[in-house]
């Protein structure tokens, strides 16, 4: 019995006087009237979506969808039995008091629901794609151990074409890698939908994979994948059953992400099943097919060529605006590499060292130390380092012997409204020690005429105007 026919079901059996005014309160869509989903270890705020634990709940195949995020299964074993001197864990059914037998007897429950749900019920199973996680080996007298881990409770589906077969979940790995660059599929899936809704807070911590490089397409609907082609969305039919992998979203409240994922089950429910057109199927064209065909490959080759072109511009935009990033940022990760690129544009060679910067010009050397905070002034601290460094480098006899000082402070305000920036001992010690004081608005104005200008002879003036600064940096003639 389909998802459909069950709904119908159930409403014949509950009465229309009991569900209709329930539907009301809870804001369901018509497509969305009377389904009963199970979320498990996935926490979705939504009317008619019950969160149960996966030891202890209900079976899977009395629902009609089961939302599961499997990452916690691993904890019933990971807490409670340490890893052995090879690094696995294991649990030994002659001494463990029946735990070991209770977990592999329960995940081929959990497994043979699931199978039920799917086959027998035509539901849907939407599940979180992590790593399989730490396993744990089942020990027994006499017989072949057994190993259990997050996903032991997948049921198994094969599907064969003339020249090639699936077989899930048995050839399958899901490979740990993490990141958050997503290429939709272009598929139209409804849960491919669900993910565009929330695009720019997908994370994925896993990649689906096939042992046997088998053509997943000839099978299944590839929603999504990271930039180098691994698949991180996947929706695989179980007959009329469906089951669906997909990344995590973050940054997102359950409310949200649960209607969206509701409405998704909803959408694919009255979508036509996944078939894969067979080899033979081009012989049988219909009128008006291939102009369309045409128009579409043609539609696809510009949306190609914008995508690039949408790349290059947003990498060209990022490389121009990285110099702004010393206006309002902080940290030697990110506010430290973006003085050097100012500094660079400026014409100076840079060397970062210990936290400082060496710049190195024609016109001469100088050290550079930054610092950047929300509070009004900066004290003497970094003044203080830079004078370190720079009687090092003095008393070396390498040098430079000029020092450069480069503040941001009250960063969070527009930094044509901020006050002095600097207590009044930095601004006397910088001018009795010759270094120049120059806060990061000034260097973003410099940076700014440096290019507009990219005249070799005013870049050179910029470099010595600052190098023969002593004291507060007002601007270059």
């Not at 899901?174 to 409804?190: C, H, I, N, T, Y």
Request: with cysteine.
């Amino acid at each position: 019995m389909g998802l459909a026919p069950r709904i119908f079901a159930r409403v014949a059996q509950a009465g229309v006087s009991i569900w209709l005014p329930f539907l009301c309160q809870t804001g369901y869509d018509s497509h969305e009237m009377d389904h009963y989903f199970m979320g498990v270890g996935w926490q979705i705020e939504r009317p008619g979506v019950r969160e149960e634990n996966f030891f202890e709940g209900p079976s899977f195949s009395a629902v009609d969808a089961l939302f599961i995020d499997p990452r916690s299964v691993s904890g019933q074993w990971v807490h409670s039995i340490p890893p052995e001197k090879d690094g696995i864990r294991r649990t030994y059914t002659d001494s463990d008091h029946g735990f070991g037998r209770i977990l592999t007897r329960l995940m081929a429950k959990r497994r043979s629901e699931a199978a039920d749900l799917l086959y027998k019920c035509g539901g849907v199973i939407v599940c979180r794609l992590h790593p399989r996680g730490e396993p744990l080996e089942v020990m027994a007298q006499g017989t072949l151990s057994e190993r259990i881990d997050r996903y032991s409770w997948l049921p198994t589906t094969t599907l064969v074409d003339r020249h090639h077969q699936l077989t899930f979940p048995a050839n399958t790995r899901f490979l740990p890698r993490r990141g958050e660059d997503v290429v939709f599929a272009g598929s139209g899936d409804p849960f491919e939908e669900y993910l565009h809704e929330f695009e720019g807070r997908i994370a994925y911590y896993a990649v689906y994979q096939d042992l046997l490089e088998t053509p997943i397409e000839r099978f299944a609907r590839v929603l999504a994948r990271n930039k180098a082609g691994d698949i991180i969305a996947l929706a695989i039919p179980f007959d009329e059953g469906l089951f669906v992998l997909l990344p995590s979203i973050e940054g997102v409240s359950p409310a949200r992400e649960g209607a969206a994922l509701v409405r998704a089950v909803s959408r694919s429910a009255r979508r036509p099943a996944f078939f894969s057109p067979p080899d033979w199927l081009p012989a049988y064209p219909l009128p008006g097919e291939e102009a369309l065909r045409d128009e579409l490959s043609s539609l696809i080759d510009r949306r190609d060529k914008l995508v690039h072109k949408v790349d290059e511009v947003s990498s060209q935009l990022e490389e121009i605006t990285r110099y702004k990033r010393i206006l309002y940022t902080t940290g030697r990760f990110t506010f430290l590499p973006a003085i050097a690129d100012s500094f660079r544009a400026l014409g100076f060679e840079i060397e970062e060292l210990g936290g400082d910067l060496v710049l190195r010009s024609a016109e001469g050397d100088a050290i550079g130390t930054v610092a950047a905070t929300e509070r009004a002034t900066i004290d003497l601290l970094p003044y203080r380092r830079l004078l370190d460094s720079v009687d090092r480098a003095r008393t070396s006899g390498d040098g430079p012997n000029k020092g450069i000082l480069i503040v941001s402070g009250s960063r969070e305000l527009d930094p044509k409204r901020r006050p002095t920036q600097v207590s009044p001992e930095v601004l006397r010690g910088c001018a009795s020690q010759g270094f120049c004081l120059l806060t990061t608005y000034w260097l973003h104005k410099l940076v700014v005429h440096a290019l507009q200008q990219r005249d070799k002879k005013k870049l050179s003036s910029l470099r010595r105007a600052l190098l023969e600064c002593d004291g507060e940096f007002r601007g270059a003639d």
